[in-house]
């Protein structure tokens, strides 16, 4: 057992709480960009001391679009997170990624408009490196620990990250398949970026729902539709998570702990102080 808080559990639609967590306390913390979606609950699963944050608050209660992801990630950044599994409920845009099935992305593509998409602003720059979005080595562990549960799961595949919260309409749904693009979602961006900008590994492990609206043999995505799958989706996702806690190792052989190394690009000379403070926690370790 460690005491050290290394890993953390985003939940996404369908995963509000996360079963088997022991000897729980509820951390509220405030940060330089708000609050976090709801409090951070810390506590031992399979010995292992985990963080499990509810995107979209307790209840269910924010929309895609009002997620504060800068907060969300910053906050568990604060209690010294290093690696982040995403749980996120998506469609398929593929015929052989079906319903009930589990896809581990490893291409990411943005097409959010609204929302914070960086930490740097306020006379701080930086070009954070995201060419391979999602942590290659965590999104081996993650693929090991459903592949474990007995579920059907693939590897790779792009995930494109639709602003919602509507659903997409049939020309959008066909196009993005068009583009190539695997499975769709409303919340991986702009996390993934923001989690790579705080050097915290983040991988997800993608629960598919339906085959969103391009399907003409399947009856268009409904959210009655999506949570009936969710349901039947929530057990397997809390056994991988409970494998992954019981086999988890918070050593780090990929890049993601310096992924700012080489990306800040404003000379310290000009940087104003209260920008300085307000990311402190990201970039001291650079900026001496």
């Not at 009856?219 to 929530?234: G, R, S």
Request: aromatic share 6%; hydrophobic share 40%.
């Amino acid at each position: 057992m460690t005491d050290a808080i290394s890993l953390a559990i985003i939940g996404g639609s369908g995963l509000y709480s996360m079963q088997g967590l022991e000897s729980t306390e509820e951390r509220t913390i405030s940060t330089p960009f708000g609050e976090p979606s709801a409090p951070i609950i810390v506590g031992l699963l399979e010995g292992q001391r985990v963080a499990f944050l509810a995107r979209h608050g307790i209840g269910h209660h924010i929309n895609p679009s009002e997620i504060n992801y800068r907060a969300n990630i910053y906050a568990l950044k604060s209690l010294g997170v290093e690696k982040i599994v995403s749980i996120s409920a998506c469609g398929s845009l593929r015929e052989d990624y079906a319903p009930g099935e589990i896809v581990v992305p490893d291409q990411l593509f943005d097409m959010t408009r609204d929302r914070k998409r960086t930490f740097f602003e306020n006379g701080l720059v930086s070009h954070i490196s995201v060419a391979d979005p999602f942590c290659p080595d965590l999104s081996a562990q993650i693929m090991k620990t459903v592949r474990d549960t007995g579920a059907t799961v693939h590897k790779g595949g792009s995930f494109i990250t639709i602003e919602g919260p509507r659903f997409s309409t049939r020309a959008e749904s066909n196009t993005f398949r068009s583009w190539g693009m695997s499975i769709i979602g409303m919340t991986a961006s702009p996390e993934a970026f923001l989690a790579r900008e705080a050097e915290i590994c983040y991988g997800v492990m993608a629960h598919v729902t339906d085959y969103d609206v391009w399907h003409l043999s399947e009856a268009p995505v409904t959210l009655e539709i999506v949570i009936k799958t969710l349901m039947k989706n929530t057990e397997v996702a809390q056994e991988a998570v409970r494998n992954l806690a019981r086999e988890y190792s918070a050593k780090r052989e990929c890049t993601c702990g310096n992924a700012l190394a080489d990306a800040l690009i404003t000379q310290p000379r000009v940087i104003l102080s209260e920008t300085r403070e307000r990311l402190d926690l990201l970039v001291k370790k650079y900026l001496k």
